[in-house]
């Protein structure tokens, strides 16, 4: 009975301190601020590319590089910028919708913008390419491609660049 007692307890004290951690958001928030690239690379956001987005409608600008999680461990980010969040949401949903989850597009015969799009493959085991992005968020005026390998990782993921932003 001890024995169960103490286990429970274990459990009980090891659940809390996790819900503690997460952050929620929402998949489109608007908090009325404005980010620049400056922004996500004061919260240690490390270039790889800048992209050319000249054929992606109204985006100021557009990144692909990564940032480390807790672990150390680095992840690969997309990032586009618009003016405001109305302008994300109006231009930039439908590009974004078109490169994420299990069927996102990762060739250029379904891509809607094709820059960047050989960023936005990961390779399985057996050298299958599936989308690296399986959600994306709209936060304020940019749109963030959350990387991981099912939705619950890639919501972790982008939690930790948003809990980031804002401390």
Same mark, same amino acid.
């Given at each position: 009975?001890?024995?169960?007692?103490?286990?429970?307890?274990?459990?009980?004290?090891?659940?809390?301190?996790?819900?503690?951690?997460?952050?929620?958001f929402?998949?489109?928030?608007?908090?009325?601020? /404005?980010y620049?690239?400056?922004? #996500?690379?004061? #919260?240690?956001?490390k270039?790889?590319?800048?992209?050319?987005?000249?054929?992606?409608?109204?985006?100021?600008s557009?990144?692909?590089g990564? /940032?480390?999680?807790?672990?150390?461990?680095?992840?690969?980010?997309?990032?586009?910028?618009?003016?405001?969040?109305?302008?994300?949401?109006?231009?930039?949903?439908?590009?974004?919708?078109?490169?994420?989850g299990?069927?996102?597009?990762?060739?250029?015969?379904?891509?809607?913008?094709?820059?960047?799009?050989?960023?936005?493959?990961?390779?399985?085991?057996?050298?299958?390419?599936?989308?690296?992005?399986?959600?994306?968020?709209?936060?304020d005026?940019?749109?963030?491609?959350?990387?991981?390998?099912?939705?619950?990782?890639?919501?972790?993921?982008?939690?930790?660049? #948003?809990?980031?932003?804002?401390?």
């Amino acid at each position: 009975m001890k024995k169960f007692l103490f286990i429970l307890l274990l459990f009980i004290l090891s659940c809390s301190k996790e819900e503690a951690q997460i952050i929620t958001f929402e998949k489109i928030s608007d908090n009325g601020n /404005i980010y620049s690239f400056d922004d #996500i690379k004061n #919260i240690g956001f490390k270039k790889n590319k800048e992209y050319d987005v000249k054929d992606l409608p109204n985006a100021d600008s557009a990144y692909f590089g990564f /940032i480390k999680n807790e672990l150390g461990e680095p992840n690969d980010y997309e990032i586009r910028f618009y003016d405001t969040h109305n302008d994300t949401l109006k231009h930039g949903i439908k590009y974004a919708d078109n490169i994420i989850g299990d069927i996102g597009c990762i060739s250029k015969d379904c891509a809607l913008w094709e820059e960047g799009i050989k960023d936005r493959i990961r390779m399985s085991d057996l050298g299958t390419l599936h989308p690296k992005y399986m959600i994306y968020i709209v936060f304020d005026n940019f749109i963030l491609f959350c990387p991981g390998y099912e939705e619950k990782e890639a919501k972790d993921n982008c939690s930790y660049i #948003i809990k980031k932003l804002k401390n």
